[in-house]
């Protein structure tokens, strides 16, 4: 017993060492959907330049523009388009990513106007009835204030966010899934990677075409799905010799694979 | 255990036996309901996880964002969190309510003073601890996303549950112990190591429980502090993804990531069995160390 | 004289750790501040106490009202408590007056294990099980009783535990002494044990609510994150955490103050009340020593 103590004190001494020169680090903050893509491309990155290294963090979108703006990061990830005051930042686009309205597998209802989705999210239209469903209340799920997709939804509708009215909010995309997942009568928007991931291995859920329009990485690379959004590096005027070869690593094809695998679609061919 | 002395056959009333009944099943019931929802909570992790655990996924490097691969640099990093977060928070915890239990007048305004913020500290809310831990460790000390700022977030988080648990433990202790070390001569520094420490650590060990498990469930603090890297640290200055929040990430980030995210969960349930054992062992031995045994 | 010395430095140490415990708070507190300045300074306060909804980032009408929140906050933390208490305090007793060792063991082991439970995987078992099952009785499941009902699974070892160190506690002679009067095993609890560990219980109380209003990741996941004063269990609610961990991410830098303010208030609030409980129940002052 005392040796063991002995020999977890030293490993724990050793473990306060010094930390590494600054010169050859890079942190990257930003949106947790881009954070995943760019963790492990970072990873091949350093087993090809093993003298750098790359530290990837979340804490949302608007932390990767705040981090990039006050140099705290070397760079920024986030999931939608740079607004108004962020313009002094360069946008990099990585891939696309539509966002879709899901509804449960057993829901016979498979297509949407727009107008019956605003009717819908509006409560004007409360019973699945109305739209050739089943009969059941609609169980209206939408995404928090601020996320990427409910701006990305407001902006197809053209709702204010005053104007929803849910009958639950989430979070994060999973959140959302099993919402819909667990309940015949609900409905909620996604982002088509997530959703689409989840629905082909199992989860009892469907992807439900807009105006006709099929939710398919296909449609969202030609361009035919009307609801989008990018996932994007931003950066600021004073980026680093290490951090600009990472950020043209990232243009490559290299890392398409690593994108395709959460079923966006890499903007780089 | 107080239960022998309190056989059935000391019941001797039927009015007697019948509340004995009652409480006992009352009792036998909160246990059954607590016990059952915990093994339908185990049941769920065990199906999607337990064909993922290997030697492999326990040393293994992670890779395709968690959904192949190992956790090995994420245990390790857990553990220095954690170690971090035990090293500062035990004697910060056991020393602060050593201090109130005996050095100061209870109930004087110092006392209440830092009962009272020991207290509120206890209910700032762990998201708030997260922002608190990011804006004060991570930039103001300059410590950056690192093993080092999560573990000293938690020592806050922590703190209040080592303190106000030592404190029952102090507070609980045969009032004639204290007056018997005056009586024997004893010095106030030596009466609290050799008599009143060993006699209350069973209650500190609870606390110690406590914040044993509250540090490896925490995940929205950790993840403003510690971060999100998932390579092998080599410092606590490094940053290194906790346990939890790998297990947020693959949960409710990575599509698919559902199995990995409940083998990583039964991985961290090992870990805590694992790191109350060793505090156990640890505690029984240094009271075999002290008079009192 | 060396000894002597040894009580000094001891004295002041410990004294020095105290002071850096109780301290700690009031360098959060300003942390907060500082993160909520912005806030305060544009005047908004006023709003959080008057508005209606809680509708910041809408263009048309924003709104910045807390109140539902901070009653969603205490609706769940109460509600949470109100299971967890019983069920908590009866299986100690049981535990600890009644289980054959084998069965005490494995208790003392789950209580270990629930303790150290991750937010997330009780959330998602909560969201994945509990809420479909509430959804049958009366949509949409996602409300204030499913983040009651786990978060009440999380407090609970919290509440078991501390209540069977404060029995463990209770000297052996009274135990003894009531078996001696011939006071059945009921009588000994009701009467003699459990008040005398009431202290100690009332501790472990005052922790695990502290730790439910606290709590984000479960709440978030099956609270319904709809921001209004529930008219019944079944209404979804949405607590302050939930609030900050949904929006902080994705704030502006106005918003992100309004959610440093909304935790501040939140904190303050809740301190104030632990407070004012504290000192009714002048948890600290025994009648001992």
Redesign the interface.
């Known amino acids: 017993m005392r040796k063991l103590l002995l020999l977890s004190a030293a490993v724990f001494l050793s473990a306060c060492g010094k930390p590494q020169d600054e010169a050859n680090r890079l942190i990257i903050t930003g949106s947790s959907t881009v954070a995943p893509i760019v963790a492990d491309a970072a990873a091949r990155y350093e087993a090809l330049h093993p003298e750098v290294r790359i530290d990837v963090q979340t804490g949302g979108s608007s932390r990767g523009i705040t981090d990039a703006l006050s140099g705290l990061a070397d760079m920024g990830m986030i999931s939608r388009d740079l607004k108004e005051g962020e313009t002094e930042l360069t946008a990099h686009r990585l891939a696309m990513d539509g966002v879709c309205v899901i509804v449960h597998r057993d829901n016979p209802v498979s297509d949407f106007t727009k107008d019956q989705l605003i009717a819908i999210y509006t409560g004007k239209v409360s019973n699945w009835s109305e739209l050739g469903g089943g009969s059941g209340e609609i169980l209206v799920a939408s995404k928090a204030e601020g996320r990427a997709t409910l701006e990305v939804f407001l902006g197809y509708t053209g709702l204010d966010s005053a104007d929803i009215r849910a009958d639950v909010i989430v979070g994060e995309n999973q959140h959302a899934i099993k919402t819909v997942a667990g309940n015949v009568n609900a409905i909620a928007y996604v982002s088509i990677g997530a959703a689409g991931s989840e629905s082909e291995s199992g989860t009892p859920i469907k992807l439900v075409s807009c105006e006709g329009i099929a939710p398919t990485t296909e449609a969202v690379a030609a361009g035919t799905f009307p609801i989008t959004r990018p996932l994007q590096i931003v950066t600021d005027a004073e980026t680093s010799e290490v951090a600009t070869a990472f950020l043209n690593y990232l243009k490559t094809p290299a890392i398409n694979d690593l994108i395709e695998t959460h079923l966006y679609v890499p903007v780089a061919h | 255990m107080a239960s022998s002395f309190l056989t059935p056959s000391t019941t001797k009333t039927r009015r007697a036996q019948i509340g004995d009944w009652l409480i006992g099943g009352a009792g036998a019931l909160a246990s059954f309901v607590t016990l059952g929802a915990l093994t339908w909570l185990l049941f769920d992790l065990i199906r999607l996880g337990l064909p993922h655990l290997s030697f492999e996924f326990l040393t293994g490097d992670m890779k395709s964002a968690g959904r192949e691969g190992g956790i090995g640099p994420i245990i390790i990093s857990t553990l220095l969190i954690l170690g971090c977060c035990l090293l500062s928070a035990i004697p910060l915890g056991v020393g602060c309510a050593l201090w109130l239990s005996e050095y100061v007048q209870r109930g004087s305004r110092v006392a209440r003073a830092i009962t009272g913020g020991v207290d509120l500290l206890a209910s700032v809310p762990s998201i708030v601890f997260g922002l608190f831990g990011m804006t004060f460790f991570c930039q103001f000390l300059g410590l950056g996303f690192s093993i080092l700022s999560g573990g000293l977030t938690l020592t806050c988080m922590v703190l209040p549950i080592l303190v106000r648990t030592t404190l029952s433990a102090m507070n609980a202790l045969p009032p004639d112990l204290r007056p018997a070390a005056g009586a024997l001569g004893l010095t106030k520094a030596t009466m609290l190591g050799q008599i009143l420490l060993p006699a209350a650590l069973p209650g500190i060990m609870i606390g110690i429980t406590l914040g044993v498990g509250r540090a490896l469930a925490e995940t929205a603090a950790l993840l403003f502090t510690s971060g999100y890297a998932t390579r092998w640290p080599e410092t606590i200055h490094d940053s290194g993804r906790a346990i939890s929040v790998h297990i947020y990430d693959l949960a409710m980030n990575i599509p698919n990531g559902g199995e990995k995210a409940s083998a990583s969960a039964l991985v961290l349930l090992l870990m805590i069995f694992a790191v109350n054992l060793v505090a156990t062992l640890l505690a029984d031995r240094w009271l075999k160390t002290r008079s009192l045994s | 004289m060396c000894?002597?010395r040894?009580?000094w430095?001891?004295?002041h140490?410990?004294?020095v750790?105290?002071?850096?415990?109780?301290?700690?708070?009031?360098?959060?507190?300003f942390?907060?501040l500082?993160?909520a300045w912005p806030a305060i300074n544009s005047g908004l306060l006023g709003h959080f106490f008057s508005d209606p909804?809680w509708?910041?980032?809408?263009?048309?009408?924003p709104?910045y009202g807390l109140v539902p929140m901070l009653a969603g906050s205490f609706l769940v933390t109460v509600a949470a408590a109100l299971i967890a208490t019983?069920?908590?305090v009866?299986?100690a007793?049981?535990?600890?007056?009644?289980?054959p060792?084998q069965i005490?063991k494995w208790?003392l082991?789950?209580m270990?294990?629930?303790?150290?439970?991750?937010?997330?995987?009780?959330g998602?078992?909560g969201?994945?099980?509990v809420?479909?099952a509430i959804?049958r009785i009366e949509?949409?499941?996602?409300s204030l009783l499913a983040a009651a009902l786990v978060l009440a699974?999380m407090i609970?070892?919290?509440i078991?535990?501390?209540t069977?160190?404060?029995?463990?506690?209770?000297?052996?002679s009274q135990?003894?002494a009531a078996?001696g009067l011939?006071?059945?095993?009921?009588?000994?609890?009701?009467k003699i044990?459990l008040p005398m560990a009431r202290?100690?219980i009332g501790?472990g109380v005052?922790?695990a609510l502290?730790?439910a209003?606290?709590?984000?990741?479960v709440v978030?996941?099956l609270c319904?994150?709809?921001a209004q004063i529930p008219g019944s269990l079944f209404d979804?609610i949405?607590p302050?955490?939930s609030t900050?961990?949904?929006?902080?991410?994705?704030?502006?830098?106005s918003?992100?103050s309004l959610l440093?303010a909304a935790?501040l208030i939140?904190?303050l609030v809740?301190?104030l009340l632990?407070?004012w409980l504290?000192f009714r129940k002048?948890l600290?002052?025994?009648a001992?020593?």
């Open positions: 000894r002597l040894i009580d430095l001891v004295r140490l410990l004294g750790l105290a002071v850096v415990a109780g301290g700690l708070v009031v360098v959060v507190i942390s907060l500082q993160g909804n509708q910041p980032g809408s263009v048309r009408d709104q019983p069920l908590g009866a299986g007793v049981f535990h600890h007056f009644y289980a060792r005490a208790n082991r789950a270990e294990l629930l303790a150290g439970m991750p937010a997330v995987v009780l998602f078992w969201l994945t099980v809420v479909p959804a949509p949409p499941g996602q699974l609970l070892p919290i078991a535990l501390t069977q160190a404060a029995l463990a506690a209770v000297p052996l135990v003894q078996a011939g006071i059945g095993r009921a009588g000994t609890i009701l044990a202290r100690g501790a005052l922790l502290a730790r209003i606290g709590e984000t990741l978030v996941m319904g994150n709809i979804p949405r302050v955490t900050i961990a949904l929006e902080m991410g994705y704030a502006t830098a918003h992100k440093y935790g939140l904190v809740v301190g632990v407070g504290s002048n600290d002052h025994d001992v020593n």
